[in-house]
């Protein structure tokens, strides 16, 4: 149908550019014009409708592949066909949704004998689920239970319970305002998460660690309920434990993952007394002193992240005397009046310059004797504002 009205224009298209090589006139050419325009336009339509029923079709039979294949082989290939679709755009992932494949794709991680592609079938659900129907689907199939058997399964390899954790942490990403009230995943949080506690620490791969942390990072932000639950299951202990005792402690981006979850669970007054108890200050402190030793963009941001986060949590935590106390004593303050004053030491960051002056001044209300020095007055007597600007006109040789 659409192959034919796309024939059809094209001959009209053809025909009336002919005709508009044997004319002259202006009038003639203009409306020639408007017509071709008009054609065109019907072209492209016809063309974008014909690309997408092949592509429903292709998609309606790779899915049919996963259905009745027993071969692994040719299911693997299907997996592959159509995780490559997923990455062409939200359009094809909502195809693929709508045409069975979360669905296919949940029935082979239910069965043993596909065990070999529970990965690769995994990560294309990770994929399909950025759209809103491939969740949809998801929760229809009971998806959230597979992913917890799957996690909470020891005997699973580490791969096949990574890539169980991206799934969990794409579906609860903050930005997917239609995931946010998932209320399977609530039902079984408590499994989750103790699966990807137990998870990172087993890890021979980084992957792990760091879906792990993606999925604490969207937990944070969902309620206050959920930060509660961290706390009681000492989540804050294990994160800041891996961080302090690990070669982890190497990556700038799972620095920025662990502190982004604690900034956010930094807003609970509970949340104090067990930073204080796992040595956090410290962390936090060394979070501080993060830089980016290298020319690499992407590093130097998430070093930023680091720098910003930490100092916002200070800030958040140092509601708490004994908190505020601890950091005093740990050497902070000289720390943050540090970046504050040299541009360099922050990457010549705003947010930062603000996020310390911030941590700086909620210090300076528990710990007013520790700011007794006339030079540290112009960063936190005044309004924030006019510290802010004070500080970023300053040159390094200030100090």
């Known amino acids: 149908q659409y192959e034919e009205a796309l024939m059809e224009k094209c001959v009209e298209l053809t025909t009336i550019t002919e005709r508009g090589l044997h004319t002259e006139d202006e009038q003639v ?80 991680c239910r069965q043993d004998y596909f065990s070999c592609l529970h990965a690769q079938a995994l990560k294309t659900l990770a994929s399909i689920c950025s759209v809103e129907e491939g969740i949809d689907q998801l929760e229809k199939v009971d998806g959230i239970l597979c992913l917890a058997d799957i996690l909470t399964d020891v005997s699973n390899p580490e791969a096949t319970r990574a890539e169980a954790a991206a799934v969990v942490a794409q579906i609860t990403s903050p930005h ?32 792990a660690f760091q ?58 007054d509970q949340c104090a007394s067990e930073v204080l108890q796992e040595n956090g200050v410290q962390l936090l402190l060394e979070m501080l002193y993060q830089k980016s030793h290298s020319e690499n963009v992407s ?60 941590a700086l001044r909620r210090l300076a209300v528990a710990c007013p004797e520790s700011f007794e020095d006339a030079d540290v007055q112009p960063l936190i007597k005044p309004r924030l504002v006019d510290s802010f600007l004070l500080c970023t006109s300053m040159e390094e040789s200030f100090v």
Do not use: W
Not at 59 to 76: A, D, H
Not at 230 to 256: D, M, P, R
């Open 29 to 108: 050419l203009m409306s020639m014009k408007s017509y071709i325009n008009e054609t065109l336009t019907s072209v492209g339509q016809s063309f974008s409708q014909m690309i997408e029923l092949a592509l429903t079709h292709e998609i309606q039979r790779l899915v049919r592949q996963l259905e009745s294949s027993n071969n692994i082989y040719s299911i693997g290939t299907a997996m592959s066909s159509l995780l490559s679709l997923t990455q062409e755009g939200a359009h094809l992932c909502y195809i693929i949704a709508k045409e069975g494949g979360v669905v296919a794709l949940f029935k082979i």
């Open 176 to 207: 997917l305002t239609f995931s946010q009230h998932l209320s399977s995943f609530l039902e079984n949080m408590e499994d989750i998460v103790t699966a990807l506690i137990i998870l990172p620490l087993k890890a021979k791969k980084n992957t």
């Open 211 to 268: 879906n792990t942390c993606t999925l604490f990072i969207h937990k944070t932000y969902y309620n206050t309920l959920v930060c509660s639950n961290h706390l009681e299951t000492n989540h804050i202990g294990f994160l800041i434990e891996t961080q302090l005792s690990t070669s982890q402690v190497l990556y700038a981006y799972f620095h920025s993952q662990v502190v982004t979850i604690l900034a956010n669970m930094a807003v609970l």
């Open 299 to 358: 590093e130097a941001a998430a070093c930023e992240r680091v720098q910003q986060k930490s100092a916002v949590t200070l800030a958040r935590l140092s509601r708490d005397p004994d908190v505020a106390h601890a950091a005093v004593k740990l050497q902070c303050i000289p720390r943050l009046i540090e970046l504050c004053r040299l541009p360099t030491e922050r990457n010549n960051s705003d947010s930062v310059l603000v996020a310390c002056l911030a």
